[in-house]
């Protein structure tokens, strides 16, 4: 068994009687990205606030490393694991600037001394293809792409290790999808992130995964690498799922 950057072992969750997660285990390989895939209801968003620590499994582990992450995570924990979600208002705070969304990260995380904030700030806009120009605005000044690249710069201010990327493109037209995927690549490479990115969308999933996971039901139903699962899948599920797509989007790949 290989060492995984984020080991996924058994986790369960459930709302009363319905079984959201059911047994679920998976392992992110260091420095690449495991496409996660599956119809909605499936389980995928629950999945990535489990590893992300916003909900506690009922049942089963999630490790980083060898260390395994309790049901209380520490603050070093926390910004180990960041995640960006589909809409990035729901981690951009409509009342700040995009310099006081950036800033309390560094300083609540103790990223970088105060005085060296601002450029800080700076550098992490010029990352995500934005201007400095936008630190004193709000989010509702940009446009749904601009917003998601800031939620993004977000996630990475904190220096994480593991990203995970619930449906961040969905909201999007397919050209600025296209120029969020290859920001989400270059950042892995540089940066050497390891990615959990979930789409109900083939056309992303093959862009940006090196492995894909199918999840249906609450549960993994098949892990492939890219190349074979949207060769020959294994299950039939996974059959059904391309079948369904009528044509591959022209997102450009790795």
């Not at 260091?30 to 499994?57: D, F, M, N, Q, Y």
Request: neutral net charge; glycine residues 6%; hydrophobic residues 40%.
């Amino acid at each position: 068994m290989t060492d995984a950057a984020l080991r996924i072992d058994n986790v369960t969750v459930s709302y009363g009687p319905f079984v959201a997660l059911d047994r679920v285990s998976l392992d992110l390989e260091p420095h690449k990205t495991l496409g996660l895939v599956g119809e909605s209801g499936s389980g995928k968003s629950t999945l990535a606030r489990v590893v992300a620590g916003l909900i506690p499994p009922d049942e089963g582990r999630v490790l980083l490393g060898a260390e395994e992450l309790g049901k209380r995570r520490t603050r070093e924990q926390h910004k180990r694991i960041q995640l960006v979600f589909q809409n990035p208002d729901a981690s951009l705070n409509p009342r700040h600037t995009i310099r006081r969304i950036l800033g309390e990260a560094l300083l609540f995380h103790k990223i970088v001394d105060r005085s060296k904030v601002a450029d800080r700030c700076k550098e992490l806009l010029a990352r995500v293809r934005i201007d400095e120009t936008a630190l004193d605005r709000y989010p509702h000044e940009f446009s749904g792409g601009q917003r998601q690249r800031i939620a993004i710069a977000r996630a990475i201010a904190v220096e994480p290790s593991i990203l995970i990327a619930d449906e961040p493109t969905s909201a999007l037209d397919v050209s600025v999808q296209a120029s969020v995927l290859e920001l989400l690549n270059e950042l892995k490479s540089e940066l050497r992130l390891t990615m959990l990115f979930i789409s109900h969308d083939l056309g992303v999933i093959h862009a940006i995964s090196d492995t894909v996971a199918v999840m249906r039901k609450g549960r993994v139903v098949e892990i492939s690498p890219k190349e074979i699962f949207f060769a020959r899948p294994e299950t039939s599920y996974g059959y059904e799922l391309l079948s369904a797509v009528p044509k591959m989007p022209l997102i450009p790949t790795k």
